[in-house]
């Protein structure tokens, strides 16, 4: 475990879940996304996790990203922690106000929810459905802060008293590529300051620039206060990145690479695509004050895992050659 990674690890235990103990024993952790499908069939959700379980510490159940409906992130991470997966929960603040807010950060909780991704949300004109209400009570500062209020002090914003307080490990998530890109450090400052434990990244297709924001997130000793899981996934074609880069909010593929799966025949798109994320892992590993990745890829659960088993990064293996497990016998999946 490198010193940055070391300092974090010191600090009090918030959950007690798989996520969290893998970050702390020093391994180099890995959570998948799992996009929940638009059906009331439960049989949905377990099929796409089950692809990601032998691959990933923890599943990102998605809030309605895109503004789009889908299954519920509440929802979807109840029947996967009824399954034994341990999950990630995002929740948005786009469409519930500081007491719907609270409310479900309670009831995962209650769930067995260990890990919490605080987001402000994509705004409404995004999704399908552009004529519905904003809410944005909330931004994901002030909802890192009261879920944080809510584990530490076991009380409400109101001041009420929480009988049993909710024990989470928060997560909030940065864009290293964003204008003003000298900025970015100091903004994910602010949210480690409100509370965030562990941070996942938008997608890292230029690698140097994100260099460069690590470099700038150490000079602030920031990795020595939080985990950051760096934001990995494949390309699917030509046609998909260019629709990435100038729809998708935030992300920011170069040039060389558009260019490199333009040049690649269309049979091969999908290999060259696991081949560039599978070079930009491998880069993004070395980088000081990287804790793990954070693999997306829509409704991609099997380009995922073949990605990850082919990175070597599961099963792990100690340095004596032995199979390495991090899990006690009531986290494995049924």
């Not at 439960?42 to 503004?67: H, K, M, Q, W």
């Not at 260019?259 to 060259?272: H, I, S, Y």
């Amino acid at each position: 475990m490198n010193k940055h990674l070391s300092e974090v690890s010191k600090r009090p235990i918030r959950s007690e879940g798989r996520l969290e103990r893998v970050l702390r024993s020093g391994q180099f952790a890995v959570t998948a996304e799992l996009n929940p499908p638009d059906s009331a069939d439960p049989r949905d959700i377990c099929e796409s996790a089950l692809v990601l379980a032998d691959v990933a510490d923890a599943i990102n159940t998605i809030d309605s990203s895109g503004a789009n409906v889908h299954m519920s992130s509440l929802g979807t991470s109840a029947l996967l922690i009824r399954a034994g997966y341990d999950v990630v929960m995002q929740i948005s603040c786009r469409d519930r106000n500081r007491i719907a807010l609270q409310a479900d950060l309670l009831a995962a909780s209650a769930l067995g929810v260990k890990n919490i991704l605080c987001i402000t949300g994509d705004d409404v004109s995004a999704g399908d459905q552009p004529e519905a209400k904003r809410v944005f009570d909330f931004d994901s500062m002030h909802l890192l802060r009261t879920a944080q209020i809510m584990s530490d002090q076991g009380v409400f914003l109101s001041g009420r008293t929480i009988s049993v307080p909710p024990r989470l490990f928060l997560g909030a998530v940065e864009n290293p590529f964003a204008p003003p890109l000298h900025w970015r450090a100091d903004r994910l400052a602010k949210k480690v300051q409100a509370g965030a434990n562990f941070i996942q990244t938008q997608y890292v297709f230029d690698v140097e620039v994100f260099r460069e924001f690590m470099s700038r997130v150490r000079d602030l000793g920031i990795t020595e206060r939080v985990y950051i899981l760096a934001g990995v996934g494949p390309l699917k074609s030509p046609k998909a990145a260019q629709f990435m880069r100038t729809r998708v909010p935030g992300v920011v593929i170069p040039d060389s690479l558009i260019e490199r799966m333009k040049k690649t025949p269309p049979a091969r798109w999908l290999e060259e695509g696991m081949a560039i994320c599978i070079e930009i892992i491998e880069q993004v590993r070395e980088l000081e004050g990287i804790a793990g990745i954070h693999v997306m890829a829509y409704r991609q659960e099997e380009t995922v895992a073949e990605i990850i088993h082919r990175v070597g990064l599961f099963p792990r293996i100690s340095s004596s050659g032995t199979l390495m497990c991090n899990l006690s016998e009531e986290d494995i999946p049924c």
